[in-house]
């Protein structure tokens, strides 16, 4: 997302607004399409990692990322350690946004900035205690938005594996950094039956879906439709 897009998900009144949606773990440009055409603002897409579901080739990423449509945001995860190394996979996939899911030394954030201006740079937190706070805050003015996610990491709750963390510190999380001036997107267990409470909870600027939304690994039309009829009447 361009760094000069992202705001606060409250307006001037401090009404809260209606999040954007990014679906993850995109597979093909179909996959894309049907996300989009359901209300998707923004689509991840899952390169080589660990522990990762819906990890796809660089080749397959490319070619996704030629067809999407111009407006639609688009999110490549990476966890390479070095801003020369981010920005070679970023050429190879040149998305409107790098999620950073690693942490990354600060002065290699600073390089990365310098090198990619115009792509917008979100870190993932993982909620654990209050050291995720004081991550976020100490992170918050180097990248343009922070997403929250699961802080469990033993291999089948990896983050992506759709469990649910605290809300209560996600928005404490939330407000201190909105008070830097950046945006924060919530992952984890966010289906049509919980996000209202999420939404009502945290307030995030944005929320990323992946598992809820799909059947056997394949995304659900009739899920993703079930999830965004219910975002209009909160």
């Not at 409107?96 to 870190?123: G, N, S, W, Y």
């Not at 909620?127 to 922070?146: C, H, M, Q, T, Y």
């Not at 990491?153 to 407000?175: E, M, N, Q, V």
């Not at 056997?216 to 219910?230: I, N």
Request: hydrophobic share 50%; charged share 20%; glycine share 8%.
């Amino acid at each position: 997302m361009n760094p000069n897009t992202m705001t606060d998900a409250s307006d001037a009144a401090g009404t809260v607004l209606r999040p954007v949606v990014k679906v993850c773990a995109i597979s093909s440009a179909e996959e894309g399409r049907v996300a989009v055409a359901a209300g998707a603002q923004a689509l991840g897409l899952v390169p080589a990692m660990p522990g990762r579901p819906g990890v796809i080739s660089e080749g397959l990423i490319a070619e996704i990322l030629d067809r999407v449509r111009k407006s639609t945001q688009t999110f490549l995860l990476t966890r390479q350690q070095t801003a020369a190394d981010i920005t070679r996979q970023h050429r190879r996939c040149p998305s409107t946004t790098l999620q950073l899911v690693d942490r990354l030394p600060f002065k290699e954030l600073e390089q990365l900035r310098l090198t990619l201006p115009r792509v917008a740079l979100v870190q993932v937190v993982r909620v654990v205690d209050d050291a995720s706070l004081d991550e976020a805050v100490a992170v918050a003015p180097l990248v343009d938005a922070i997403l929250l996610d699961l802080g469990n990491l033993k291999p089948a709750l990896r983050p992506g594996a759709g469990r649910s963390h605290d809300w209560t510190l996600s928005r404490r999380i939330r407000d201190a950094v909105a008070a830097l001036g950046k945006p924060v997107y919530l992952s984890g267990g966010l289906s049509a039956g919980t996000v209202a409470a999420a939404i009502a909870a945290v307030q995030p600027f944005g929320l990323d879906l992946g598992g809820s939304v799909r059947t056997a690994g394949r995304l659900d039309a009739v899920k993703l439709a079930a999830f965004f009829a219910v975002l209009p009447a909160i």
